[in-house]
């Protein structure tokens, strides 16, 4: 075993004024194993809590492993990995207690824990909606405490081009600019980004990028539209039809489009040069365009290719290819084997669950049956944009609590007798999404974030829920001194909690969404 210095990095997450606002905090995640002991260890005054814990290194533990030791004389970490390490602090910064007087002890006692999925990820829309740097790394702080790995960053979007790629000027000259709500508006250099990646990196969390492709590219093709099936797209479109139809030209990739997206993710890859995973999308990808490109259309012939999803098919695997090409793996949304039949999927490309009001749980097992590695991260109940209640662009079926994210959310099948011990080897983990969609600007954000993460931390550490709600509920409003302590600003936990809260200084209301009318009635009201 070899002896480290705990990073100092731990007391820029957690300063002592903060520690001192805790002193009912317990740990969230739970551990895996918590055995109490008599005494308590008294921390010095002014002395830094990562400083007076002695670590070190045992590589026969698994790499996020940690052993967590505090006697009255001594706190003494044993992780797998600097990570493991890294992952003991966050644990031993939740349980100092400070009394009146501001004296600070931590009650004696042993934690073994460690985490049961590898990726614990928390996506976040920057492609609708820009956030700025400052947002950016305050989410990575509450990440790391929370001992969430992966940050999923969505930079791409019909409505707006978030990443400079500097061989193809024009995605952020153009498409950085195509919508002009508030906050919509603006994109990150590479020295922005870089400074991203190495601020996550140091709290042990890997960026995983997400350039959606084929569809979902009203800025991209706005910027290059050469490489669209039609050749034209007017950047000024504001209309909903216009602005989702444009898609990347499956059949001219075969020539120029490759060597044009080659470039692209080329250095997408030199930008997150620690992430083993480019996310590239391929969901709600829209074929009318494709219906009526002869160059798509001969691209069928050519391959044998039967209908547009299988296209798809054969698009994605070309994208794959440049990717495996870099060392790295594809990560595609689950709309990829929604549909049975074409080319085989090629052996690096990852399945994201998402779409379980459509097509509930059956993308899971589909996947699996395939030996796909699998990401679980379905709408219901990870997607932390729905709200707690009808609002925006959000009905009564969209909206959900911390009690139905924790205790009935899909997402734990992982852990069920559904799935045997082979295919579980499979699931990389869990994750949760914060899509901006309906304008949800960055004031908004920790509101819809909090309490519900608290419950999604918990179930991606263990699988499935392992405290029971009323211990979760309890441990969720612990955390509310160190939210306020550190700028955060807390949502409701449920409906009956109260009104919708709003950020402060923020006035304006946003309508509730409009009440949806059932397909079968609208076609009995137009019949009349």
């Given amino acids: 075993m070899r ?8 007391l820029l997450l957690l300063s002592s004024a903060t520690l001192a606002s805790l002193s009912s905090a317990k740990i969230l995640p739970t551990p895996k194993s918590v055995v109490m002991s008599e005494g308590r260890f008294t ?30 004389k001594a706190i003494t970490i044993t992780g797998g990995s600097d990570t493991g390490v890294f992952w003991a602090t966050q644990s031993l910064l939740q ?14 006692q042993t934690i073994t ?32 405490r929370y001992k969430l790995n992966i940050f999923h960053w969505h930079l791409t979007e019909s409505d707006g081009w978030r990443i400079e790629i500097k061989s193809q000027p024009k995605l952020t000259e153009i498409g950085s600019k195509v919508s002009t709500g508030k906050e919509q508006q603006g994109f990150y250099t590479q020295a922005e980004i870089r400074e991203v990646v190495a601020y996550a990196k140091a709290r042990h969390i890997t960026i995983v990028p997400e350039i959606d492709l084929p569809g979902h590219a009203f800025a991209l093709m706005a910027s290059y539209p050469e490489f669209s099936c039609k050749g034209t797209v007017d950047p000024k479109a504001t209309d909903k039809k216009t602005r989702m139809n444009p898609i990347v030209c499956a059949g001219k990739a075969e020539a120029d489009n490759y060597k044009f997206l080659a470039s692209i993710l080329n250095e997408v890859c030199d930008l997150f040069p620690n992430s083993p995973y480019i996310h590239t999308g391929g969901d709600e990808a829209p074929k009318a365009h494709w219906d009526q490109c002869p160059s798509c259309q001969a691209l069928l012939k050519k391959h044998n290719l039967k209908n547009m999803h299988e296209l798809q098919i054969h698009f994605t695997n070309r994208i794959a290819a440049i990717l495996k090409a870099r060392g790295r793996k594809a990560i595609c949304w689950d709309d990829v084997i929604a549909k049975n039949g074409g080319p085989k999927l090629a052996d690096n490309v990852v399945v994201n669950w998402w779409n379980y009001r459509a097509r509930k749980d059956r993308m899971v097992f589909k996947a699996l049956e395939m030996g796909r590695e699998v990401i679980l991260n379905p709408n219901n109940y990870t997607y932390l944009n729905f709200p707690i209640s009808p609002y925006s662009v959000y009905g009564k079926g969209r909206t959900f609590g911390m009690a139905k994210c924790y205790t009935e959310n899909p997402a734990a099948i992982g852990m069920s007798d559904k799935i045997t011990d082979e295919q579980r080897k499979l699931i990389l983990g869990m ?37 029971s709600l009323e211990d979760m509920q309890k441990l969720a409003d612990a955390q ?17 909690d109260g009104p919708t809260i709003l950020p402060e200084g923020y006035t304006e ?3 509730p969404a409009k009440k949806t009318v059932p397909r079968k009635t609208r076609k009995k009201k137009a019949a009349k």
């Fill in 113 to 144: 824990d460690e985490p049961t999925y590898r990726w614990r990820s928390f996506m976040l829309d920057s492609g609708r909606q820009y956030q700025t740097i400052a947002h950016l790394k305050k989410t990575l702080d509450w990440m790391a």
């Fill in 43 to 72: 921390i010095p005054a002014q002395a830094d809590v990562a400083k007076i814990a002695k670590a070190t290194v045992d590589k026969t533990l698994a790499a996020e492993a940690y052993t967590l030791s505090i006697t009255p």
């Fill in 431 to 467: 994750g949760a999404s914060l899509w901006t969609d309906g304008n949800l600007m960055q004031a908004f954000l920790d509101i819809r974030t909090f309490p519900r993460i608290f419950a999604m931390s918990e179930l991606m550490w263990h699988g499935k829920p392992a405290a």
């Fill in 480 to 496: 509310k001194p160190w939210l306020k302590a550190n700028g955060y600003v807390s949502g409701r936990a449920e409906e009956s």
């Fill in 509 to 511: 209301k946003l309508k």
């Fill in 3 to 10: 002896r480290i210095a705990l990073p100092l990095l731990a």
């Fill in 95 to 108: 349980l100092v207690e400070t009394d009146k007087a501001g004296k600070r002890t931590i009650a004696c």
